[in-house]
Structures are given as structure tokens and as C-alpha cells.
């Protein structure tokens, strides 16, 4: 009996184990970038230290093993795992720096504290007497089935419904949970009994503690990450959302039915019917979407951004009547093409259902004027690679809107293959329009979406516009029948300014035109390819023509 509990006890670690790994992975691919340097970080340091924390089992002060060994461990995977991510989210808005020290830190710990369960497990089987073949091929079945559990529970259960920060809370749980069960069970066997049990209450205490403050100090961190107070927060099996609003009010408002606090007060959210509320009774200046982190978009400036990226499609083949988005859930390219009463079918694909159907209902919806119900827009949700492999469209238009390639799975939509699809879906004379980055910010990332696309084949012209949130952004357009002087030579004129709120003859020409160092060095820029994503090492720093 005692040796078939220290298997499960092993089955769950297992589980917490790597529920651990993805959770501090998932929050530093937010705060430092999704890139193989964070795996790095995060599964690489802590694979490290488990080795260190398997070898140290071995070592005189394991040589009189008892049970307590094991209580004590799960006691001290329990901290780590409950504080691992709200420490390093308020070390990220207190001090940016220490981030990444911190992440490196807390995997270092934890894969210590998780290198030393199998170690310890084997032997204490071993002192119940059960023999070597049964007990190293249990316990290593129960860490591997336990390992498929948290692979198959964290993304599709445990992060729709407990968020990134509660999924953590939840191993370190379970980790209490172990170690309870030792103490009990195996009672008879432990050495210092008394300790073990002042340890234990120290961390029911504390666990009780952090799962009522959890929800505080998440809101207090996000108030220093973000300029505006945080007025909205839901997590998709795909990525967090984050609605800031800048209005008078001091409530803050989320998916889940936690309490959350602002600098002035606490109150139970009631999702988007609470920031409904909100935004109806005090209005607002300012509304910005946030994608793990990132800013998307801001009602100061997005008109800007979509403008630019819809309208001199339109010039290029004004004739259209159906168009493909790919990326854009928030439905604000969407509405731009609504303006153009001969577009008569759109199609957008976005991988995140979850953020198409938030932007169908209010108040988000009025922000794209309802485009996402639109009768003239269908929305599905899936990921825009395998679609245009799968799907035999042909298409006059096709308008790309995805987040920056900041982490793998963004910067395969950027590649050289995907721009191989991107134009077999288009008509021989089909036109396309792909946001790129930042020109001034982020240079050689810009050129290496330039450089790709020629690599597959197109032919696009390059653009910038100025706003107030990205400061300078860039995108690139062109048309497989034509060559980019022929683009640039017919955008020269613009017949829509009608539909438009800022961008007319004089900004679109004025977005065509470089300074002369801009593309410097243009021969040596990586294409990217997805045998070796060199965009990510580009999007990774800095690019100003200064630094290069």
C-alpha cells in the first residue's frame, strides 16, 4: 500500500512538474518574448538543475533518508511553485531588468527541488521493500504519465479556467498536497515529526494567504506594467487579453470571479457587462488591446494603422469584391473594408476564437462598428498557415494582419514558405497588404519581411505612416502582376478619401518615401525560413541605423 501512494504521489509530481515548466515558460515567452532563448531560460535551466538536484540526493546528508526528505522538498516546491509567478510579474514592473535574472532563478530552484523526487521516491520504495525492476519502472511510468497529464491539462483546461497565475497556485497546490499525505501516512517513518509539521502549517497558512492576495497583487503588478488601469483580462487556451481603458474610474474589472484591486478599490468582476458599464457611465479617451503583453491597438491612433493598411489595397484594385484577413480578430480591418460597398465577401481567419468572439459583443464591437456580425463578413477560427494549405482559395485580396513575429508562433507567419501560400492564394492579378513592423525600431526585421517576400516570389513596395502609440510603423503592398514602381505609381493618386479619417493623397504618397539609410545593408538581411526563423533574432533587439 505505502509504495502505491509514493507512485501517485509520483504521478502527481510529475504532473506539477511540468505544469511548473510551462507556466513560468508561458509568463516569460509574455514578458521577454516567446523565442527558443526563453526555452532557454525557463525548461533549459530547469532540465540543468534537475541533473544538480538528482546528483545531490547522493551526496552525505541524504545518506540517512526518511521521509521527511520528501515532505520537506513538496513543502519547498509548494513556495516556489505559488510565488515563482507573481514574483517575477511584480519583479517585471518594478524593475524590468531583474526579470530575466528572476526566470532563471526560479527555474534554477524548482528543477533542484524537482530533480530530486524521482531519487528520493526510488529509494523510499526501496525501503519498503519493493524490488529494483518494479520500482524504477513504476515510478519512471508514473513521472511520464504524469508529465502527458499537465502537456494535455494546462493549455485546454487549467489556463482557459484558472488563468496563467492560478495555474501556478494550482501546482504548488498539489505540491501541499503530497506533502501532507506523507506526513500523515508515513507518520511512523519520519525523523523530525515536529518540524515537519511546523513547515506544514506555515504553508497551509501562507497558501491561504497568497490564493485570497493572489488576485491583488497580479492587478497591483499589471497597473505598473500597463499605463492605463486594467479593465478587462481573459486567457485563451492561445494567449492573454488585456483591455486598459483611461477613464475616471477606479474599478477594475475581469473575466473570472476573482477580486481584483486597484490602487483605490476592490471589487468582484462581471466581464464584459461590468466594463460595459464602465465605459457607458464614464466614458473614455483611450481604449488599448494588449496580446500578452503587447500593445495592438489604442482608439487614439488605430484608424492610422487600419487606414493605412485597407484603403490603397483598394486603390491597387478597386474593382475587388472579395477579400481574405488573416489574423485581425478584433475585426477593425474588417471594418475598414465594410466601407468599400463593392468588397461583397470577407473572409477572416484568426487563430484565437475566443478574441473574434469577444470583439462581437459589446462594448468591444462598437470600437469595429460591429463588423464581426456583419452579413458580409464570416469569422472562423484557425490557424492561418494550416488554412492556406488546406483550404483551395483564390482570392483578389488579401490583407495580413498578425501580431509582430515576436515569438515562434508568429514568426512561421512571416516566413518565406508562408509567403509561398500567400501568393498561391491570390489571383494572377491579386493584391496584398501585410503589416511589418517598425522601420526606425525594428529595421532589419522590416527588411527581412521584405527580403522573405521577394524570396517567395512577390514583388511588394514599402510604407511607413507616424502614430502617437507605435510611433514609426511599417507595411508593405503590392500586387503579383505588378513591380513596386508600378505600385508606387499608383498610389500616387487616392480616390477614397471620402471613407477616411486621416489618410489622404498627400499622407499615402508621403508613406511610399524613405530616407536613403533606411534599407542600408539590405544585401545582408536574413530571409526568414522556417528551417531557421532568423526573425526572431532580429525581433529580439533593437535595430536603430545607429546600432547596426
Not at 552525505?60 to 507573481?86: G, H, V
Not at 513521472?143 to 479556467?161: C, E, I, K, N, T
Not at 457607458?280 to 493605412?308: C, M, P
Amino acid at each position: 500500500m505505502g509504495s502505491n501512494l509514493l507512485i501517485t504521489c509520483m504521478l502527481l509530481s510529475g504532473f506539477c512538474g511540468i505544469l511548473s515548466e510551462l507556466a513560468l515558460f508561458n509568463l516569460a515567452s509574455m514578458l521577454l518574448g516567446g523565442t527558443n532563448k526563453t526555452l532557454l531560460y525557463t525548461m533549459g535551466i530547469m532540465m540543468f538543475s534537475m541533473g544538480i538536484g538528482s546528483l545531490l540526493t547522493e551526496t552525505r546528508w541524504f545518506q540517512k533518508l526518511s521521509f521527511d526528505y520528501f515532505a520537506i522538498n513538496e513543502l519547498s516546491l509548494s513556495f516556489l511553485c505559488m510565488t515563482a509567478l507573481p514574483a517575477i510579474y511584480l519583479t517585471a514592473s518594478y524593475n524590468p531588468l531583474m526579470t530575466l535574472p528572476a526566470v532563471i532563478g526560479y527555474s534554477f530552484l524548482i528543477g533542484i527541488l524537482i530533480g530530486m523526487e524521482i531519487p528520493l521516491i526510488l529509494r523510499l520504495n526501496e525501503q519498503l521493500g519493493l524490488s529494483l525492476p518494479k520500482n524504477s519502472a513504476r515510478v519512471l511510468m508514473a513521472d511520464y504519465f504524469g508529465s502527458l497529464m499537465a502537456f494535455a491539462g494546462f493549455p485546454m483546461l487549467m489556463l482557459p479556467l484558472l488563468g496563467l497565475h492560478f495555474s501556478g497556485f494550482a501546482g504548488g497546490l498539489i505540491n501541499l498536497i503530497l506533502a501532507l499525505v506523507a506526513i500523515v501516512y508515513f507518520k511512523q517513518n519520519l525523523r523530525w515529526p515536529r518540524l515537519c509539521f511546523i513547515l506544514c502549517s506555515f504553508q497551509v497558512l501562507f497558501s491561504l494567504w497568497l490564493g485570497f492576495t493572489l488576485p491583488s497583487i497580479k492587478a497591483d503588478s499589471e497597473s505598473r506594467l500597463f499605463r492605463d488601469p486594467v479593465r478587462f483580462e481573459h486567457t485563451t487556451p492561445y494567449q492573454t487579453l488585456v483591455v486598459t481603458v483611461d477613464d475616471n474610474s477606479s474599478k477594475t474589472y475581469h473575466t473570472r470571479d476573482h477580486k481584483l484591486a486597484t490602487i483605490q478599490s476592490t471589487e468582484t468582476s462581471r466581464g464584459l457587462v461590468e466594463l460595459n458599464r464602465i465605459l457607458t457611465r464614464h466614458g473614455y479617451s483611450d481604449v488599448r488591446l494588449f496580446i500578452n503583453g503587447a500593445l495592438q491597438f489604442s482608439t487614439k491612433d488605430e484608424h492610422r494603422y487600419h487606414e493605412t493598411l485597407i484603403h490603397p489595397l483598394l486603390q491597387l484594385k478597386p474593382e475587388a469584391d472579395q477579400a481574405l484577413i488573416l489574423g485581425g480578430g478584433d475585426g477593425l480591418a474588417a471594418r475598414e473594408l465594410l466601407k468599400h460597398k463593392g468588397i461583397k465577401d470577407i473572409l477572416l481567419v484568426d487563430l484565437d476564437r475566443d478574441l473574434i468572439e469577444l470583439f462581437q459583443k459589446e462594448p468591444l464591437a462598437s470600437i469595429n462598428k460591429n463588423s464581426l456580425t456583419h452579413q458580409r463578413v464570416r469569422a472562423i477560427g484557425a490557424d492561418a498557415f494550416w488554412f492556406l494549405r488546406t483550404q483551395p482559395i483564390k482570392m483578389p485580396l488579401i490583407i495580413i494582419d498578425f501580431p509582430d513575429p515576436a515569438s515562434l508562433e508568429t514568426a512561421r507567419l512571416y516566413s518565406r514558405e508562408f509567403f509561398v501560400l500567400l501568393s498561391e492564394a491570390l489571383h494572377d492579378d491579386g493584391c496584398y497588404a501585410i503589416q511589418s513592423s517598425s522601420p526606425l525600431f525594428q529595421r532589419k526585421v522590416f527588411l527581412s519581411v521584405r527580403k522573405s517576400m521577394e524570396a517567395a516570389g512577390l514583388k511588394p513596395a514599402s510604407m511607413h505612416i507616424n502614430m502617437q502609440t507605435f510611433e514609426e510603423w511599417g507595411f508593405h503592398i503590392g500586387c503579383k502582376n505588378l513591380d513596386p514602381s508600378e505600385v508606387q505609381n499608383k498610389l500616387q493618386t487616392f480616390d477614397y478619401e471620402n471613407l477616411t479619417t486621416w489618410l489622404n493623397r498627400d499622407a499615402l504618397k508621403a508613406s511610399l518615401l524613405f530616407g536613403k539609410d533606411t534599407f542600408d545593408g539590405y544585401e545582408n538581411i536574413p530571409i526568414n525560413e522556417l528551417e531557421h526563423l532568423a526573425i526572431l533574432d532580429l525581433q529580439s533587439r533593437l535595430n536603430f541605423k545607429a546600432t547596426n
